[in-house]
């Protein structure tokens, strides 16, 4: 086989799709559909659901992996990463099976990765950022600021599970966390062990509304639970390793990355950075 050059450009063929799923029979469907669309190569992680997830899926061309009982949303993915380097994946696109994260974004992913080669490429809900609650808004600015402790760099919207990841960082094998410290987890460990970075597509959010008449089954992300596991496991990791001070100047000098070729989010406030295609 010849060897692939390191940063030669990814394809839709050279994706793994990664879906993680709990109890996601009303949208599931739809999301994997939408994803197949995208991409050929789907594969959907069911995290012990009871409420029929993987017969909604059934008649479709996706590997189902199935856990027996829930192992949470971190297990799920390090399978998902597994199954899908096994597969020959260059990048896994990971996207949430309640519908919140539209497929027809993957190649917007896709072209930001091909901009930004070797980057991590977060979906960040930047548009219509009005239909999101206002204490999910303000959860996850803390989030991003809290996690930027750990990778040394600012970043927008660190929550989103709308992610494309390069093999190299799906690979990492002693990413610690579970559920979703995991998530949070894997920037920081890319950050440090690979010097990796995150560059941001924006993308809408996607929730209920008034204005909508699209159904979204309540969220398995408990705002004051799971951003209190976050917030500790960062500042335990921050005060093991010290320097406080000098990594507070390494934030402040590095702000995060837009992909927006489109313009729409530059110039942006807070000192952020929007990278253009060529």
Known sequence: MTPVAPHSLLSRDDL??????LNEALRIRDVVEGAL????????????????????????????IRHERRMGKGASLRDGFTHALRMGARAIVSMDGDG???????????AAANRNPGHIVIGARLRR???QPIYRRLANEFADWGIAWGTGYQLADSQSGQRLYPAAVAALSDVPGEDF????QI????????????VSVPIE????????????????????????????HVVLGVLRRGGIAEMY???????ALIDDPSGEFAPAPMGVVQTRSP
Do not use: M
Not at 181 to 184: D, G, I, N, P, S
Not at 249 to 255: F, L, S, Y
């Open 37 to 64: 669309a995208e991409c050929p190569r789907v594969l959907v992680i069911d995290d012990g659901s009871d409420d029929g997830t993987a017969e909604r899926i059934a008649d479709l061309p996706v590997t189902v």
């Open 129 to 131: 950022r009005s239909q």
């Open 205 to 232: 959010s996607r929730y209920k509304c008034v204005h909508s008449d699209e159904q979204f089954r309540p969220s398995h992300f408990k705002p004051l639970r799971d951003f209190s596991r976050i917030t500790s």
């Open 100 to 110: 919140q994260h539209l497929p027809a974004d993957i190649p917007r992913l896709l």
């Open 181 to 184: 410290v995991f998530e949070a």
């Open 249 to 255: 100047r390494r934030i402040r000098a590095n702000p």
């Open 16 to 21: 793994v799709v990664v879906i993680p799923a």
């Open 187 to 198: 920037l920081i460990s890319a950050a440090q062990q690979l010097g990796t970075r995150v």
